[in-house]
């Protein structure tokens, strides 16, 4: 056996005796006080507590991370937030915490947050605007009834109606299809409809590329530079890369490259519904509508304007190969993976959350310090994060 192997077993088999240790705590032990939730917004960088200072187990966290270690899932990152305070972060070799990951998916739910703040700027009507209405000057194919009552809250909710068999469930056809077209927003409206709009989740990147496209037919600006202004800015956020199509719109349904700490602050942000340090950034009516299911998916989430919903009360920006920014109003947490999973382990960030994050968080109280337990996560950290 090789030093590190050596050094790993080690490791894990004192996450045996620590997390059977706390596990007795956390049942026996009166918690101490009541949590002390964040008096600050980390607009500037977040600050880091102890699991146990905002009532979490360390020694169920050392296990995910012993896992994460021995199974060597393809996880790129784990940003863990309770309370406003970090208690958990590690971003695993080669990638450090500057590394800027393409979030993918998850790119949509900021988009649809941009579209949230420019309703409410009074650049777009309402979320019944047709969709035809914000491009009068193309000239648009298979032009027909359906196409025409097709609204602005269609394309948030995958309900368009379009034929449009762009996602992993076609194999990525008609994606690729509109990536090789000259003009990516006008493949999309000229897609011919299968269905009356409204009728039926079908999941449509494209429908995503149109909202990127509108805000910028709206504001006069890419949905890059309003996001700098009005979402990222706010949020101090400064560091991202957004890839546009060949006509200089930045892609509506991917592309977007953030630190996962930054993307924390996404996920912040709606967990005080769209309030940041004294400000209404995104109308907090509009965090509501967005997370609350509008209707039923193709996964067993429901699906409102660009996030996923779990009937849990917690809600999700999902992106390709295990991107996933879930938001628990319960537990006041936010969770980030970054991740390079090939599809058969898609879904191994959730069970990570299921089985010992959300498990983690014990108590809305503190618990008793537990030196020896944050003293094994950290080493773990550090063992995730060096080469």
Known sequence: MNFVRAKRCLLLGIVVVIVAGCARGALTQTPAATLVTATYWPTAGWR????????????????????????????????????????????????????????????KSVVSALVGIAIDQGYIEGLQQPVLSFFPQR????????????TLEHLLTMTTGFRCHDSYQYRWSGLNQMRESEDWVQFVLDLPMEGEPGERFEYCNGASHLLSGIIQETTGMSANEYATEHLFGPLGISDVDWSSSPQGIPVGYSELRMRPQDMAKIGFLYLNEGRWDGEQIVPSEWVVSSTSQFISATLEDGYGYQWWVDDSGMYLALGYRGQFIYVIPEKEMVVVFTSSLEDNDFYVPQTLLNEFIIPAAVTSRTLPDNPEGVALLESLIEELASP
């Open 139 to 150: 000239t648009i194919a298979n032009r027909d009834a359906n196409k025409e009552m097709m």
């Open 48 to 107: 880091s507590s102890t699991p146990e200072e905002q009532g979490m187990d360390s020694g169920l966290l050392s296990a995910m991370m012993g896992e994460i270690l021995e199974e060597n899932y393809a996880i790129d990152s784990v940003t863990i937030v309770r309370n406003g305070y970090i208690i958990a972060d590690v971003s695993i070799h080669p990638f450090s915490s500057t590394s800027k990951h393409n979030i993918y998916s998850c790119t």
